[in-house]
């Protein structure tokens, strides 16, 4: 167990301890909701940087952390989709669960091909993230019906259109690929 598997394994563990603190009866649970989630976020990022920084990379830690972060934000969605009752908030929501499941299994028939680097994270991927983060984390801070979870419904909504083109930009590049495959099956 290295730094970055360990805070991998700290998100995972934060998970439940999400969703038990966003559903208590106590004032406080959005903004406590929200820093544990932010926490998550952070973490997401910095195992990536300790990871090259200590030269800690491991297979383990290539295959858990995007585990880590989609379980996450799944996670968190589902419990704003609930809380929200909103039709823009699931349609987001399934987007954006929908587009990870997709890229996921993507990425692994790309891998087993050996054609992995075809499907990296893009720039448009990773702006994606950060906008998908930050809406979760307002989303998570304020009480539905409020002025800032209409703003943060606003962010997941730019997140989920960034959603589907980082999509279409994975698939694009995977498109020789994958038309070759066919071909070859037919």
């Known amino acids: 167990m290295n ?19 966003y559903y208590l009866p106590w004032e406080g ?8 989630f932010g926490i998550a976020a952070i973490t997401d990022w910095l ?23 989609k379980v996450m934000v799944s996670v968190a969605l589902i419990i704003l989709v609930a809380a929200y009752d909103n039709p823009l908030m699931t349609l987001a929501s399934a987007v954006i669960v929908g587009r990870e499941i997709v890229i996921s299994a993507l ?7 050996g054609k992995r ?4 994270v893009s720039f448009v991927g990773k702006f994606k993230t950060t906008m998908q983060m930050i809406a979760i984390f ?15 419904l606003f962010v997941l909504i730019i997140a989920a259109l960034l959603t589907l083109w980082s999509m279409y930009i994975y698939l694009k590049a995977a ?9 070859n099956n037919s």
């Open 138 to 152: 307002i989303l998570l801070s304020n009480a539905p019906g409020t002025g800032w979870a209409d703003f943060g």
């Open 175 to 183: 498109w020789p690929e994958l038309s070759a495959s066919k071909s």
């Open 47 to 69: 195992d990536g940087f300790l990871a090259r920084a200590l030269n800690q990379s491991t297979p383990f830690g290539a295959f858990f952390d995007p585990v880590a972060d």
């Open 29 to 36: 649970r959005y903004y406590a909701s929200a820093a544990i």
């Open 107 to 113: 990425r692994e028939w790309m891998a087993e091909m």
């Open 117 to 120: 680097a075809s499907v990296a």
């Open 3 to 21: 730094i970055p598997n360990f805070l991998t394994s700290l998100r995972i563990f934060l998970i439940p301890v999400l969703i038990v603190i």
